[in-house]
């Protein structure tokens, strides 16, 4: 019946009709009509048909309507991304979201303008929002205010600006008090010229108390703590030994040198190497991959539940893993002295980094030694101690040599330090400690780049279904915007749409004290890593062919593609779709999280720090300039926050925004993107999720600031991280490729 339908919708005949009028049409009987409004419902649903006034049904397309999934940002905007993939973002105005709230799947009217009267692609595509299809989440956490005459729920996430009207709670098990931190079940919400209305189903307590905090990042982004039952009893039915009959049909490496590099603090490893001089000018490297597949079948509770996760998620004091530990940590994981099952990648190169050949086959190993980075980094600092350590100083030389290769062919360089926040004993901030993408990490990332453009070469050369990695091209109007933003501060620069000028850039940014800065707004500019069915290459990585193989036990996009390429499965294009459509969320989702989950500890530790009227200096990096303020980035928080203009008493600042910068009207003196003052915490609001800063003052002079009249004196050009990578080369979060 769908094809059916679809094909009268599709007729250059057809006039929109409602359910009764289609009935007749498709010469239906009359028990057949619920039918066919399940199958208008679960197509309307799908975006693939739309539903009209009169309650006509369409083709989307035929009234400028498209389907997809809306981002929201804090500032009210929204942003579609249509299930067509064949279509570019659609920019939604505030006015025009309608009653749609962030990852909503919707419906969106696009904006036709008349041709000729602009360049093409000089303006962005706009819409708005004429239906919510689904919605993303229906349950929201928050803070319980009472106003004289009624209760409400302000939103802990900021990109719903719309407080939640809510009754006196019922059956929820305790007392509620204005302040505490409550579950609210959204309930149908009509017009956006309303508040929404909920009903209050969990009590979570006051904000302050302990661990509130973490479980309100927990429902808020619906991360569950437990395994379902059934798939806790497979997972110990499995066992936690390799037997003699897992060992059929695999090719034995336990005799090699297999190592793993993996962080301090790690559990689960996913990867191993193993690199061996092969004949005069080439070497045989060995990419071994936990085989989460022999144990993970499809359809089991294993599998349903990891589909579900879709990946592990890392808070800042836990893990929520996508498999249960007696498989991430234990069984499944490569583990040192012990066999373990993997997917292995056997490559033969050149001693130029060359991939002369490449197999594929499950294989069994004997890892011999674990090395946290840390002592991979000093063991590649001095002379090698025994085979294995010489092996460590191989691959070393080995992946700087493909390293070079991969930047030589237009990968982009846009890593940036990250900072990791550790937690005392009652869940404090201790210390925050810096990550550095050292040598040791891109030892490893080497590897695991090369299996990963490898399995998606022999996917695509097989023609078999599977879920590839994408990172698409960046739009030129946003590059366009760039360009003029890099100009406008003295900063030559070329033609971005070429790769070259792109890399050009970057380089140059990284000798410039105003290049960090300008690093960040380049990142902004950039599209966001996904997953798709269709292959369509990754643009920072500069590869044509990349997929996602070296990680199972963490994202369930790599357990998909291990089936893809070694089980032979009837692969479904659509369902496979889905499954790609789901993973994106998920790792939206688990990245929010993990932001979120840093940022409450940073809030209560910030808090502390304006409390005790004696708050720490950091060195910033100002990363934007506004008639109000100026923003930073605070490397030693791992946090970006505003300085008001108001909190600036040394002088009377005025905003140039032809050089975007401000500009002190006593003293002359000059702040603007690139500058690194020093700054302290002023303020931290818990609902907005914003920390504003002040500058630290010396005699009455903001220390850090430049001198008048001399701009950029005194910067350095180190910095933090930006707050979301658009994507990264490296493992996922914490080692997210």
Not at 403 to 426: Q, T, V
Not at 476 to 492: A, F, G, I, K, T
Request: proline content about 7%.
């Amino acid at each position: 019946m769908k094809d059916q339908l679809l094909n009268v919708l599709g007729a250059k005949s057809y006039f929109p009709a409602d359910a009764t009028e289609l009935a007749r049409q498709l010469r239906l009987k009359p028990a057949q009509q619920p039918e066919l409004q399940h199958v208008l419902n679960d197509l309307e649903q799908a975006g693939r048909v739309a539903r009209i006034k009169g309650h006509r049904y369409i083709l989307p397309g035929e009234a400028d309507l498209i389907s997809g999934r809306i981002r929201m940002n804090r500032q009210g905007k929204g942003f579609l991304d249509p299930d067509d993939e064949g279509l570019k973002e659609i920019e939604i105005p505030e006015s025009a979201t309608g009653t749609a709230l962030h990852e909503d799947r919707v419906l969106v009217r696009r904006d036709v303008r008349a041709k000729g009267l602009r360049t093409e692609g000089a303006l962005p595509n706009t819409g708005s929002v004429v239906r919510v299809l689904e919605r993303r989440r229906t349950q929201i956490v928050g803070t319980l205010q009472q106003s004289r005459h009624f209760l409400f729920v302000i939103p802990d996430d900021p990109r719903i600006p719309h407080d939640i009207y809510v009754p006196e709670p019922r059956d929820v098990g305790r007392r509620v008090e204005p302040g505490d931190k409550v579950v609210v079940e959204l309930r149908d919400w009509l017009s956006r010229h309303t508040n929404p209305e909920g009903e209050i189903i969990e009590v979570l307590g006051p904000p302050d108390a302990e661990g509130v905090d973490m479980l309100s990042v927990l429902r808020q982004y619906s991360l569950p703590l437990r395994f379902p039952a059934e798939a806790l009893e497979e997972a110990r039915r499995i066992g936690n030994v390799v037997t003699e009959r897992d060992l059929e049909g695999r090719v034995d490496c336990r005799g090699h040198r297999v190592i793993t590099i993996d962080p301090d603090d790690a559990k689960d490893f996913d990867d191993a190497i193993c690199l061996e001089r092969a004949e005069r000018g080439q070497w045989r490297l060995w990419v071994h991959i936990a085989d989460v597949s022999h144990y993970v079948r499809p359809g089991t509770a294993l599998d349903i539940e990891a589909r579900k996760r879709g990946n592990s998620t890392y808070l800042v004091d836990r893990v929520i893993p996508m498999l249960p530990e007696a498989l991430s940590n234990e069984l499944c994981s490569l583990k040192p002295h012990v066999d373990r099952l993997t997917k292995c990648v056997e490559f033969r190169l050149s001693d130029a980094g060359k991939v002369l050949d490449a197999k594929f086959y499950p294989a069994v190993i004997h890892s011999q030694r674990r090395f946290s980075y840390q002592e991979a980094f000093a063991i590649l600092q001095r002379p090698p101690e025994g085979p294995i350590e010489e092996m460590l100083h191989q691959a070393h030389a080995v992946a700087q040599t493909i390293r070079k290769e991969r930047f030589k062919a237009g990968s982009l360089a846009l890593d940036f330090p990250e900072m990791k926040i550790r937690l005392d004993e009652k869940g404090r901030v201790a210390r925050i400690e810096k990550v550095v993408n050292d040598v040791s990490h891109q030892l490893i990332e080497e590897c695991m780049l090369l299996a990963n453009e490898a399995v998606a070469t022999k996917l695509m050369a097989l023609k078999r279904p599977a879920v590839y990695r994408i990172h698409e091209p960046p739009d030129e109007r946003r590059l366009r915007e760039y360009r003029e933003d890099v100009l406008s501060h003295n900063v030559p620069c070329g033609n971005l749409s070429h790769r070259i000028e792109v890399q050009r850039l970057l380089l140059r940014l990284g000798d410039l004290p105003i290049g960090p800065a300008l690093k960040i707004g380049f990142l902004k500019s950039l599209m966001r890593a996904r997953y798709a069915v269709e292959p369509l290459g990754h643009y920072g990585l500069a590869k044509a062919k990349y997929t996602h193989f070296t990680s199972p036990i963490r994202r369930y996009a790599d357990l998909v593609v291990h089936r893809s390429l070694f089980e032979k499965l009837p692969g479904n294009a659509r369902s496979l779709k889905e499954v790609a459509d789901h993973l994106s969320i998920t790792e939206r989702n688990s990245a929010d999280a993990e932001r979120d989950s840093k940022d409450v500890k940073m809030f209560a530790f910030l808090r502390g720090q304006i409390e005790s009227g004696k708050p720490e200096s950091y060195p910033a990096l100002v990363t934007d300039v506004r008639n109000f303020g100026f923003f930073v980035d605070v490397p030693g928080l791992a946090m970006s926050g505003l300085v008001p203009l108001s909190t600036l008493e040394d002088d009377f600042y005025v905003f140039d925004a032809t050089r975007s910068q401000l500009v002190g009207r006593r003293t002359r003196r000059v702040i603007g993107l690139g500058d690194r003052p020093t700054v302290q915490i002023a303020k931290v609001d818990p609902f907005k999720k914003q920390v504003d800063f002040r500058l630290v003052t010396v005699r009455g002079k903001a220390a850090g600031t430049p001198a008048p009249g001399r701009r950029g004196e005194g910067r350095s050009s180190s910095t933090g991280g930006p707050r979301g990578q658009r994507f990264a080369p490296g493992r996922p979060s914490p080692r997210r490729v």
